[in-house]
């Protein structure tokens, strides 16, 4: 079991900047592919980014890239999502998830092992 707790989330305006932070516990963090997905209102939960297990690879939406950084530190068992230039279509629930396919494998939601509880952004306007 792998256990993920997300944190950051809140309330911004368009233009600012989030950072969203992971905490894992249980099974070797090393091991797994990490990522976010999102989901807005009324929408499927769609894929943000992922980080290899070395952290040497990176893979984004192109609804995000150029915007958001994904990143991991495997000696304090954490991944981060760093937000730039927030839009209003960024508002969703964010999730952190764990996989143990590669960094491509890991944009579908049936490639995910495990789920954090999520951590709502809301971006005015």
């Known amino acids: 079991q792998v256990q993920l707790v997300e944190s950051g989330g809140g309330l911004v305006q368009a233009g600012d900047s989030l950072r969203l932070s992971c905490a894992a516990s249980g099974r070797t963090f090393s091991g797994y592919t990490m990522g976010w997905f999102r989901q807005a209102p009324g929408k499927e939960r769609e894929f943000v980014a992922a980080i290899s297990r070395s952290g040497g690879s990176t893979y984004y939406a192109d609804s995000v890239q150029g915007r958001f950084t994904i990143s991991r530190d495997n000696a304090k068992i954490t991944i981060d999502l760093q937000m730039n230039s927030l839009k209003p279509e960024d508002t969703a629930v964010y999730y952190c998830?764990?996989?143990?396919?590669?960094?491509?494998?890991?944009?579908?939601?049936?490639?995910?092992?495990?789920w954090g509880q999520g951590t709502q952004v809301t971006v005015s306007s």
């Open positions: 998830a764990a996989s143990v396919m590669g960094v491509a494998g890991m944009t579908r939601k049936s490639a995910v092992d495990y």
